[in-house]
């Protein structure tokens, strides 16, 4: 069955990094898009990035823009999130999702929280 | 990209329909099908109900339902059923290759 599982986060400090990941399984990585959505504590779903299948392309959510990198490695079945300059409203569960065509989120993982606090 | 307006919170007894709304612009539900709809129970990651306006993937209840017209997308749930107690969110492609979700509404069962 389709896994989703993400990992790396925690909490830090305002102004530095961290780097999520994104282990996949059960379904043929490197023919999904794949995408990062976001939820702050008590609030909506707020997308943040998505990837294409081949890693040709990358489209980010205005607030992570130059803050934040979304990559994948293929040969690890692997999805990535790295965000720099980290802020308190990044404050947030960080699901990873597919991204088939017009980035419809067909499976989804469990989330992982990041925590944005000095 | 401003989040496509959802009503807050919308409710109904067992075995009624209800509907929701999601508003947007010509530059995301108005101007593509690709209009998609997410249940998420508390605690849990979102589940998708809906794709492309009214495609429902397998395995979702024929209760649910999609359409859209102009700039206003909408998921309508038949036979209201307990379970379906949960929170719902549209979201569109956009102009900018981006994606945008909706506000959020919140079913309740009465």
């Known amino acids: 069955q389709v896994q989703l599982v993400e990992s790396g986060g925690g909490v830090v400090q305002p102004g530095r990094s961290l780097r999520l990941s994104c282990a996949a399984s059960?379904?043929?990585?490197?023919?999904?898009?794949m995408q990062w959505v976001r939820q702050a504590p008590g609030k909506g779903l707020e997308w943040v990035a998505v990837i294409w299948y081949d890693g040709s392309n990358k489209y980010y959510a205005d607030s992570v823009k130059g803050r934040f990198t979304i990559s994948r490695d293929n040969s690890k079945n692997t999805l990535f999130l790295q965000m720099n300059s980290l802020r308190g409203e990044d404050t947030a569960v960080y699901y990873c999702?597919?991204?088939?065509?017009?980035?419809?989120?067909?499976?989804w993982g469990q989330g992982t929280l990041v925590t944005v606090s000095s | 990209q401003s989040a496509l307006t959802q009503p807050a919170s919308v409710s109904g007894s067992p075995g009624q329909s209800i509907t929701i709304s999601c508003t947007g612009t010509s530059s995301d539900v108005g101007g593509y099908n690709y209009v998609s709809w997410y249940q998420q129970h508390p605690g849990k990651a979102p589940k998708l109900m809906i794709y492309e306006v009214s495609n429902r993937p397998s395995g979702v209840s024929n209760r649910f339902s999609g359409s859209k017209s102009g700039n206003t997308a909408s998921l309508t749930i038949s036979g209201l059923q307990a379970e379906d107690e949960a929170d719902y969110y549209c979201?569109?492609?956009?102009?900018?290759?981006?994606?945008?979700f909706g506000t959020g509404t919140k079913v309740t069962v009465l």
């Open positions: 979201s569109s492609f956009t102009s900018s290759s981006t994606l945008v």
């Open positions: 999702a597919t991204a088939s065509g017009d980035y419809v989120a067909s499976w």
């Open positions: 059960g379904f043929t990585f490197r023919n999904y898009g």
